[in-house]
């Protein structure tokens, strides 16, 4: 839940520049990163889940250490495209809009038999893999897309539909088949999952199969990493010549390169216990309420349990509970694991408090 750590020396700069509340991403951690992960997975395809952070410095790190962006809708086409006219693309997601569905992918995710008939009425052509669903128990998931009723991809009933319809014409191209069923594994589950769905994919007879993210993190150990060589030796012992594998991870490649930075303006105690509430919180980063987690921190004094709080008027804005820190007024708090799914998926407006400044270092 928490680390002790030196303090970044920028953090220390940046209070005294009155800039915070900040994002502070760390480009050459980011790099440092993405060269083990590509390093691990060796010939396995690997596209940034886009939605994890779709900051273009971050993008800008990643592109050269991947083969492809995947988006989830319009906008972070559009985003993506600006940026990097020439990446490879999917484009993957429930509730595709015509503009979605018809826009001009390398890959196009099919999420149910209705978008590939869709696809045939308007007479458009795609490359598409076929996202299923499969029902096979996942245990020790921090979320699950499949393995059960979700509105995540089709059942092999509905994929047995879809190639039914894409039999004996070749506007809509089947390349293969898209899984993404559950988030937070390890890496011995996940080459379990990969092993399920490559059975899967070959009683079907395709060759191209997207094994989908949800590589595991932990918020209650910020050292802790995925072990991406176990899964790249275990994939590359599962892969068959001819078969071309791909994974799509998001949080475990950009979640520890970003830190939210801020101060204490307020220290007190209600009813015996420790509050001290910063500027900010959860409408920047809104990771602890969603996951109903204390985000981790950089203790720089130990202290007595302290629930840290920021500055909105509901009890959903707890970013850490009952941390053992020493908080006085004033005192700059940096929290860690700030680099996917926080900024992006915060309610930032809510209130009207000021936005975070954004630094990078490095890169
Ligand atoms: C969100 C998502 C991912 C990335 O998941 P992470 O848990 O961030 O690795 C990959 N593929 C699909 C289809 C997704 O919806």
């Excluded at 086409?77 to 429930?94: E, N, S």
Aim: hydrophobic share 40%.
């Amino acid at each position: 839940m928490t680390a002790t750590l030196p303090m970044h020396a920028r953090a220390a700069e940046l209070a005294s520049a009155g800039e915070l509340p900040a994002y502070v991403y760390d480009l050459s951690d980011l790099d440092a990163h993405m060269s083990a992960v590509r390093g691990a997975l060796g010939d396995i395809e690997v596209h940034y889940a886009v939605k994890a952070n779709p900051d273009p410095k971050l993008l800008q790190v990643i592109a050269p250490y991947v083969d492809g962006f995947e988006v989830a809708s319009g906008g972070e086409l559009t985003h993506v495209r600006t940026h990097f006219p020439d990446m490879p693309i999917a484009l993957g997601g429930p509730g595709k809009t015509d503009a979605e569905l018809f826009a001009d992918v390398t890959r196009l995710h099919i999420e149910s038999p209705s978008e590939i008939r869709r696809l045939f009425a308007a007479g458009r052509s795609a490359e598409v893999l076929l996202r299923v669903n499969l029902d096979i128990p996942i245990s020790g998931a921090s979320l699950a897309m499949g393995g059960g009723a979700t509105p995540f991809g089709m059942d092999p009933a509905g994929i047995s539909e879809c190639l039914d319809m894409l039999a004996g014409q070749d506007a809509v191209h089947l390349r293969g088949i898209h899984a993404h069923l559950a988030s937070g594994l390890e890496a011995p589950a996940m080459l379990e999952l990969a092993s399920a769905i490559l059975d899967y994919a070959r009683g079907l007879g395709v060759t191209e199969i997207n094994l989908g993210g949800g590589m595991g993190v932990s918020y209650s150990d910020p050292d802790a990493r995925f072990d991406w060589k176990t899964y790249g030796e275990g994939l590359a012992v599962l892969r068959r010549p001819g078969e071309t594998l791909r994974i799509e991870p998001g949080r475990s490649l950009t979640v520890y390169c970003g830190r939210y930075v801020t101060r204490v303006i307020d220290v007190k105690r209600v009813h015996g216990e420790l509050f001290a509430v910063v500027a900010g919180g959860t409408h920047h980063i809104r990771t602890p309420a969603t996951k109903g987690h204390s985000q981790p921190m950089v203790i720089q004094e130990p202290g007595e349990p302290t629930t840290i709080v920021g500055q909105l008027c509901t009890p959903k804005d707890t970013m850490a509970r009952h941390i053992p820190v020493n908080l006085k007024t004033g005192d700059v708090v940096e929290f860690l694991m700030a680099g996917a799914y926080a900024w992006n998926i915060s309610h930032h407006d809510f209130l009207m408090h000021p936005k975070p400044a954004f630094r990078y270092l490095g890169g």
